[in-house]
């Protein structure tokens, strides 16, 4: 509701009941009151802030104040005590995010790849520019930034300002110092991204330069015990090019089949046009293609070939084949030569003696059932083509 107050007049307003009469000086006396109370609270130390009395004045730079965790004065980096990783990744928010655009860095490089990795090379913060808005450190999502405490940062040196990495970085025990409660919240989550980002750079990249010497120390010192102890049993051998595993005794025995088939195939003396297919269960494509190759040449080698050819010719083609089954091939075409050269000479064993062939393919069918067909007919073959040759010899 508006007053109207008409001009020169006198408003007077009721203020309630007067407690005590007024006399004249009572109102000097209660200032004085006032005065008095301030006067003598000044004696009595205040340091908890209980109340708004007392005396709050400390005796800086003897006594240095103790500051909120969130007090924030210029921006510090964080590395791992235990190992020296920094926490920093390079990831350039802070910097993108400073007001003034005072945080300058670089990433660092893989010295072997030449490819970025997730740690910084060189980080700098012009802090006579910063304006402790505290931004870098709330976006930093590695809690790789954080904000100091320290304002005693009078210089009259200028360009020491221009702060680099080295100046820059602190231990994490030091801001757990400063902060309990805040790293308190972060650390969990910051410790579980170090820990993913170390694994994404080399060793030697990322950390403290203040460590870098201690951590050189710790690992030449590692080395020498290393070289100390006594050496370790040697490596088996690598594997030759070409034969990435070791074949397993059923991919051995299917082997061995198509290449007896292939070579009986390649003398005319069995009809391998129905010869089974080398089983190639198990077999690693390779292999299985290698195998398969194997038994088409054989068969094809046969349709070719009706009169036998001469033993001397029967050299089994190894091009495609890997130089294990290059030499395998070779060894049993030696011995088909040599039987059939036996056999010819009239010396061959009867034919039953080629028995041992089949023997020899036992142990594998012990091993592989699946593949003992397929050597057992292999040698059955050989068997009768050393019988079909000795009696072409004694006819001859
Ligand atoms: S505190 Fe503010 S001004 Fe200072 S570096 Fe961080 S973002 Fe930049
Ligand atoms: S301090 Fe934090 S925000 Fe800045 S580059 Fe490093 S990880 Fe990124």
Same mark, same amino acid.
């Given at each position: 509701?508006?007053?109207?107050?008409?001009?020169?007049?006198?408003?007077?307003?009721?203020?309630?009941?007067?407690?005590?009469?007024?006399?004249?000086?009572?109102?000097?006396?209660?200032?004085?009151?006032?005065?008095?109370?301030?006067?003598?609270?000044?004696?009595?130390?205040?340091?908890?802030f209980?109340?708004?009395?007392?005396?709050?004045?400390q005796?800086?730079?003897?006594?240095?104040?103790?500051?909120?965790?969130?007090?924030?004065?210029?921006?510090?980096?964080?590395?791992?005590?235990?190992s020296?990783?920094?926490?920093?990744?390079?990831?350039?928010?802070?910097?993108?995010?400073?007001?003034?655009?005072?945080?300058?860095?670089?990433?660092? /490089?893989?010295?072997?790849?030449?490819?970025?990795?997730?740690?910084?090379?060189?980080?700098?913060?012009?802090?006579?520019?910063?304006?402790?808005?505290g931004?870098?450190?709330?976006?930093?999502?590695?809690?790789?930034?954080?904000?100091?405490?320290?304002?005693?940062?009078?210089?009259?040196?200028?360009?020491?300002?221009?702060?680099?990495?080295?100046?820059?970085?602190?231990?994490?025990?030091?801001?757990?110092?400063?902060?309990?409660?805040?790293?308190?919240?972060?650390?969990?989550?910051?410790?579980?991204?170090?820990?993913?980002?170390?694994?994404?750079?080399?060793?030697?990249?990322?950390?403290?330069?203040?460590?870098?010497?201690?951590?050189?120390?710790?690992?030449?010192?590692?080395?020498?015990?290393?070289?100390a102890?006594?050496?370790?049993?040697?490596?088996?051998?690598?594997?030759?090019?070409?034969?990435?595993?070791?074949? $397993?005794?059923?991919? /051995?025995?299917?082997?061995?089949?198509?290449?007896?088939? /292939?070579?009986?195939?390649? /003398?005319?003396?069995?009809?391998?046009?129905?010869?089974?297919?080398?089983? $190639?269960?198990g077999?690693?494509?390779?292999?299985a293609?290698?195998?398969?190759?194997?038994?088409?040449?054989?068969k094809?080698?046969?349709?070719?070939?009706?009169?036998?050819?001469?033993?001397?010719?029967?050299?089994?083609?190894?091009?495609?084949?890997?130089?294990?089954?290059?030499?395998?091939?070779?060894?049993?075409?030696?011995?088909?030569?040599?039987?059939?050269?036996?056999?010819?000479?009239?010396?061959?064993?009867?034919?039953?003696?080629?028995?041992?062939?089949?023997?020899?393919?036992?142990?594998?069918?012990?091993?592989?059932?699946?593949d003992?067909?397929?050597?057992?007919l292999?040698?059955?073959?050989?068997?009768?083509?050393?019988?079909?040759?000795?009696?072409?010899?004694?006819?001859?």
């Open positions: 509701m508006a007053i109207h107050i008409e001009r020169g007049n006198i408003v007077e307003v009721a203020r309630g009941p007067r407690k005590r009469r007024m006399v004249p000086g009572s109102a000097l006396l209660d200032g004085l009151a006032v005065v008095w109370t301030h006067w003598r609270e000044s004696f009595r130390m205040n340091r908890d209980s109340d708004i009395h007392g005396t709050f004045t005796e800086y730079p003897d006594e240095q104040p103790k500051l909120p965790e969130a007090y924030r004065n210029m921006p510090i980096l964080l590395y791992d005590d235990a020296g990783h920094e926490l920093c990744t390079s990831c350039f928010q802070c910097a993108r995010i400073c007001p003034p655009q005072v945080i300058h860095m670089t990433q660092a /490089k893989d010295p072997v790849t030449g490819k970025p990795v997730p740690a910084v090379a060189e980080f700098i913060i012009e802090y006579d520019a910063c304006m402790s808005c931004f870098c450190a709330e976006v930093c999502p590695f809690d790789a930034i954080k904000m100091d405490h320290n304002f005693e940062l009078s210089t009259v040196d200028h360009p020491g300002l221009t702060v680099h990495k080295q100046e820059l970085l602190r231990p994490i025990s030091y801001y757990q110092r400063i902060a309990p409660t805040f790293w308190a919240e972060a650390e969990a989550g910051a410790m579980k991204k170090l820990q993913g980002n170390v694994k994404r750079r080399p060793d030697v990249i990322g950390l403290a330069p203040q460590l870098t010497e201690m951590l050189a120390a710790r690992r030449r010192e590692l080395a020498e015990q290393a070289a102890a006594p050496p370790a049993p040697a490596a088996p051998a690598a594997a030759p090019a070409g034969e990435a595993r070791k074949l $397993t005794p059923e991919e /051995k025995a299917a082997k061995l089949a198509a290449i007896k088939a /292939k070579n009986a195939g390649a /003398k005319g003396e069995a009809p391998p046009a129905a010869a089974t297919p080398p089983a $190639t269960e077999m690693s494509p390779a292999e293609k290698a195998a398969k190759l194997a038994a088409i040449r054989a094809n080698a046969t349709k070719e070939t009706a009169p036998a050819p001469p033993a001397a010719a029967a050299a089994p083609s190894t091009e495609g084949m890997s130089p294990a089954e290059a030499k395998a091939a070779k060894l049993a075409a030696i011995r088909a030569k040599n039987a059939a050269k036996n056999a010819a000479e009239g010396s061959a064993p009867p034919a039953e003696t080629a028995a041992p062939t089949a023997e020899a393919a036992a142990p594998a069918a012990e091993t592989a059932p699946l003992a067909k397929a050597a057992k292999a040698a059955i073959r050989a068997k009768n083509a050393a019988k079909k040759a000795a009696e072409g010899g004694g006819e001859g």
